[in-house]
T-cell receptor
């Protein structure tokens, strides 16, 4: 059981470049979310989804887009990367029925130069 | 709006000593409360959670936490710390709804001296 899989693990971008962070889960979880982690600021919610075709903004959505075409996948897109988006990004999922806990991926470390 | 405060950024304890990490939350209804641990370069692992019932909850690795509604607190404790407990600890609060979002504190970094 793979759980939540994030790719890539590391990425370096130049300002203005675009890229997509991938997230996939194999637990049939309806709820998926993206967080960014910055020193001294904990984890902040970027976007989340409660099912295929449904997405909503979190605390810090600016500069990021998401879509949810399948239950399994929840990619995060940076359309024009900025140095302020240098961070560690975590994808997390959970079951809506149980609302037990979030399962986290291992993270993507992104540097924008 | 929901929020979590972890007042201690960094704590150092000796191996074998007891530990208490503080967490205060703000939430408009009955909260779901969580403690997660993050080792360097890793994702977050759930230590324990509180939904309802007994206010003292037991978790993995010998950790426990006590929910005190009157103080809006959910402090994490361990009677005897091991060197392998060195990590960053996050308290989080959420609700019961389908789209309930989990809000994290800023974390407490635990250092264990031998």
């Amino acid at each position: 059981n793979a759980g939540v899989t994030q790719t890539p693990k590391f990425q370096v971008l130049k300002t203005g470049q675009s890229m997509t962070l991938q997230c996939a889960q194999d637990m049939n979880h309806e709820y998926m979310s993206w967080y960014r982690q910055d020193p001294g600021m904990g984890l902040r919610l970027i976007h989340y989804s409660v099912g295929a075709g449904i997405t909503d903004q979190g605390e810090v959505p600016n500069g990021y887009n998401v879509s949810r075409s399948t239950t399994e996948d929840f990619p995060l897109r940076l359309l024009s990367a900025a140095p302020s988006q240098t961070s560690v990004y975590f994808c997390a999922s959970r079951s809506i029925a149980t609302n037990e806990k979030l399962f986290f991926g291992s993270g993507t470390q992104l540097s924008v130069l | 709006a929901q929020s979590v405060t972890q007042p201690d950024i960094h704590i150092t304890v000796s191996e074998g000593a007891s530990l208490e990490l503080r967490c205060n939350y703000s939430y408009g209804a009955t909260p779901y409360l969580f403690w997660y641990v993050q080792s360097p370069g890793q994702g977050l692992q759930l230590l324990l959670k509180y939904f309802s019932g007994d206010t003292l909850v037991q978790g993995i690795k010998g950790f426990e936490a006590e929910f005190k509604r009157s103080q809006s607190s959910f402090n994490l404790r361990k009677p005897s710390v091991h060197w392998s407990d060195a990590a960053e600890y996050f308290c989080a609060v959420g609700g019961t709804g389908t789209a309930s979002k989990l809000t994290f504190g800023t974390g407490t970094r635990l250092q264990v001296t031998l």
